[in-house]
Nanobody, 123 residues
Framework: QVQLVESGGGLVQAGASLRLTCAASGRAFETYTVGWFRQAPGKERESVATIGLTDDHTIYSDSVQGRFTISRDNIKKSVYLQMNRLKPADTAVYYC????????????????WGQGTQVTVSS
């Protein structure tokens, strides 16, 4: 089993950058596909970026493509989300989870969610 903890969120101005960290504990982290999701108030949890077992296999939502980069370090048991050129629309609680089902972008197929980290982007 894997347990996840997100960190790195904060309050920033539009155009700034943040780096989120998803730190894992437990066994076999390197065998899991990991996804970053976000959830704004009153909205469903949506996929932001997903990474397979290596950095060569990544998926991004259209809204963050070209601004965000997902990466992983299996030795450190961590997955990172580098967020550049942040916009107010990026404001949300960001969660990481491991793929337990089939779809790499459907939150329902992920689990072992952490507690989330708040990202707030002011205009």
């Amino acid at each position: 089993q894997v347990q996840l903890v997100e960190s790195g969120g904060g309050l920033v101005q539009a155009g700034a950058s943040l780096r989120l960290t998803c730190a894992a504990s437990g066994r076999a982290f390197e065998t899991y596909t990991v996804g970053w999701f976000r959830q704004a108030p009153g909205k469903e949890r949506e996929s932001v970026a997903t990474i397979g077992l290596t950095d060569d296999h990544t998926i991004y939502s259209d809204s963050v493509q070209g601004r965000f980069t997902i990466s992983r370090d299996n030795i450190k048991k961590s997955v990172y989300l580098q967020m550049n050129r942040l916009k107010p629309a990026d404001t949300a609680v960001y969660y990481c989870g491991v793929l337990l089902g089939v779809s790499m972008i459907d939150a329902a197929d992920f689990g072992a969610w952490g507690q989330g980290t708040q990202v707030t982007v002011s205009s």
